[in-house]
């Protein structure tokens, strides 16, 4: 959590800088990602790993695969 609102505040200040070193969007989709992707896998590995810890493991490392990998891709 606290990453991301240093990332969303590092992002409000890089907006009014020249386009070369201007990153704003690419933060904002970041973060975006991450929000998205741990607020649908965090509570499909909390529902499906209350029995079997695996399941959860299991969601929880693709929900980080496909965040961090998303956000790579941007």
Same mark, same amino acid.
């Given at each position: 959590?606290?990453?991301? +609102? %240093?990332?969303? %505040?590092?992002?409000?200040?890089?907006?009014? +800088?020249?386009?070369? &070193?201007?990153?704003?969007?690419?933060?904002? &989709?970041?973060?975006?990602?991450?929000?998205?992707?741990? @607020?649908?896998?965090?509570?499909? @590995?909390?529902?499906?790993?209350?029995?079997?810890?695996?399941?959860? &493991?299991?969601?929880? @490392?693709?929900?980080? +695969?496909?965040?961090?990998?998303?956000?790579?891709?941007?």
């Amino acid at each position: 959590g606290v990453l991301l +609102l %240093w990332g969303t %505040w590092l992002s409000i200040q890089v907006r009014n +800088l020249s386009s070369n &070193f201007n990153e704003s969007k690419h933060i904002g &989709f970041s973060i975006y990602n991450i929000v998205l992707v741990s @607020a649908i896998g965090l509570p499909v @590995a909390i529902v499906l790993g209350k029995d079997n810890p695996d399941v959860e &493991f299991v969601v929880i @490392a693709i929900s980080t +695969l496909i965040a961090t990998t998303s956000s790579l891709m941007i």
